[in-house]
């Protein structure tokens, strides 16, 4: 497990930082066929860490299922 | 008409008299970058030879009688993620060093050469436009011109450190997340992130096409309105680009604002930064006399979204080289590139939806407010190599990111944001972002034009 995942303003009371391994992200890494050397590990662990407690910031918010994404595809 | 601190216009007006050549006015600036540049390293590419040639067709055309452009013999250069026919598309990166020159000039590039603008070289960055500092492991940091040991900001930091060193008067940036704001304010000049789709970035590489724009900065509002109204508009061979017609907003520098209903933005943009940061909306608040607050709703949410939308984005974009040469990539870049590769689909959709809400919920809130003042940073330009964390407001905060926290919520729906730059008595300079509803630049150069008048905001040439 990476250290503590700090990322100030998206630690809300709302949602706690989402911790992420390093074996974490050897699992996830290999379902995308994405090599990442073992000196690499920690580092994208936390980055990662990041992006998800961010996601689950944006996730704990209720949409409607009437909001669509907001890109527009002009065939 | 040769000197640092000459503005665009001013030689643009000068060159059309022919009270100087723009053969003089290029090799003076040719002349200042190789005196100065080397310890700002705010250029990557001078093409000496290229533009001076260039000039000389520019007062060729004047000598013949023809209209040879608003922006004359002024010299401009552009951030190396944009096309440059000749000249290798770097990207900030090692990896794209790689490929062949450019065929062609971007658009914007191309709009400010019809405009009789010349180009004097291409400008560094943060690798692939990811990071707020410049400090770029392949071809060094640029420093900022207020204090050598100071990052410019980034990731168009070349682009601000040469405006505000007095290199250039015109330089072109983009701005994902704050590439453009962020060193505008850190380097203390003006810089403008115009509305998603206002600019054509054809011919520009794409860091996270969703959020993506093109826009330019200099050391007065008439020479930004100038450079804008030189680049915008329609653009089929950019997918997002609008169809729209443009605004002319160089008409708007000096016109009166009573009338428009101003605000400033509280709640997540009066906390997160450091009081200095926070008190530099002040006097330009007393200067346009507002009072009145108003809260974005959601913006720290809205901060998050965009994280995860350019991550994903950027790490898709590159993915085969992060599986095949992943060494290749600048160590600041290359982990987050790869955290981003292995985003759920599911939370980028999200992500996504939410943005489309957000869009909505502050459309709303532009039907009672024409101009918000917001912080542009939450913190005064920091030290090169500074430690991964910072605390600021009683948070531990990752520091490079930070940088981003106001900007962030803002072009993540596309709102058009110029940055004003204020002085600090003993202290760095510091900006101050003017927002509006999209496709309202105008509105932001009437009241960006009325501070400067007030001298409030200034962006002198730091010698």
């Known amino acids: 497990m990476t250290d503590a995942v700090r990322v100030g303003y998206l630690d809300s009371n709302v949602v706690g ?9 050897e699992r996830l890494a290999g379902v995308v066929a994405l090599p990442i050397s073992p000196d690499e590990l920690p580092a994208v662990a936390v980055a990662l860490g990041v ?17 669509e994404a907001a890109p527009v595809f002009r065939p | 008409m040769t000197g640092a601190d000459a503005s665009a216009l001013a030689i643009a007006t000068a060159v059309r008299a022919r009270r100087v050549t723009a ?26 030879e290229a533009a001076l040639a260039e000039a000389a067709r520019v007062d060729e055309r004047v000598a013949a009688g023809e209209d040879a452009g608003p922006l004359a013999g002024v010299p401009f250069a552009v951030k190396n993620l944009f096309d440059v026919a000749g000249l290798t598309t770097l990207a900030g990166s090692k990896i794209f060093a790689e490929r062949p020159p450019a065929d062609r000039d971007a658009a914007a590039v191309a709009a400010l050469r019809r405009a009789g603008a010349v180009l004097v070289g291409a400008l560094n960055m943060d690798e692939f436009a990811f990071g707020f500092t410049c400090e770029n492991a392949h071809y060094g940091p640029t420093r900022n011109p207020h204090d050598p040991s100071r990052v410019p900001g980034g990731s168009s930091g070349g682009s601000a450190a040469a405006v505000a060193a007095g290199l250039v008067p015109l330089t072109l940036g983009s701005d994902t997340n704050g590439s453009i704001r962020v060193p505008a304010a850190f380097c203390g000049i003006f810089g403008l992130k115009p509305t998603y789709g206002r600019v054509s970035r054809a011919g520009v590489a794409l860091f996270a096409g969703s959020l993506d724009h093109v826009g330019p900065f ?33 008409p708007h520098v000096g016109r009166e604002i009573e009338g428009l209903r101003l605000a400033i ?28 607050q108003i809260e974005i709703p959601e913006a720290h949410r809205a901060r998050a979204a ?34 981003g590769a292995l985003v759920p689909a599911s939370l980028y959709a999200q992500a996504q939806r939410f943005r489309a809400w957000y869009r909505a919920r502050v459309a709303e809130l532009f039907q009672e407010v024409d101009v918000l003042l917001a912080p542009t940073t939450p913190w005064v330009a920091p030290l090169i190599g500074a430690p991964r964390l910072a605390r600021v407001d009683g948070t531990d905060v990752v520091a490079r990111a930070h940088s981003g926290v106001f900007t962030q919520p803002l072009s993540f729906i596309g709102l058009p944001v110029l940055s ?44």
Do not use: Y
Not at chain 2, 430 to 449: H, K
């Open chain 2, 218 to 250: 200099a050391r007065s509002v008439a020479d930004l309105a100038a450079a804008f109204d030189a680049i915008q508009g329609p653009d089929a061979s950019d997918p997002v680009c609008s169809d729209a017609p443009a605004v002319a907003c160089a």
């Open chain 2, 306 to 339: 965009a994280m995860v939308i350019t991550a994903a984005e950027g790490a898709n974009l590159h993915l085969a080289d992060l599986r095949s040469r992943a060494k290749d990539f600048d160590p600041t870049t290359r982990d987050r590139f790869l955290a």
């Open chain 1, 51 to 67: 992006l998800l407690t961010a996601a689950r910031l944006v996730g704990e918010f209720p949409l409607s299922d009437d909001v």
């Open chain 2, 420 to 463: 004003v730059p204020v002085p600090v008595v003993g202290s760095l300079p510091l900006g101050v972002q003017l927002i509006a509803a999209p496709f309202r630049e105008a509105v932001l150069f009437r009241v960006a034009a009325r501070l400067e008048a007030s001298g409030v905001v200034a962006a002198p040439v730091v010698a």
């Open chain 2, 23 to 48: 053969r003089e006015v290029t090799a003076a600036a040719l002349a200042r970058i190789a005196r100065r540049d080397p310890a700002l390293n705010s250029f990557t590419h001078v093409r000496a």
């Open chain 1, 17 to 25: 930082p989402v911790r992420i391994s390093e074996a974490d992200v």
């Open chain 2, 265 to 292: 933005a509280g709640g997540h943009f009066a906390r997160n930064a450091t009081e200095e940061a926070l008190a530099v909306v002040k006097p330009v608040a007393r200067a346009l006399r507002v009072t009145r």
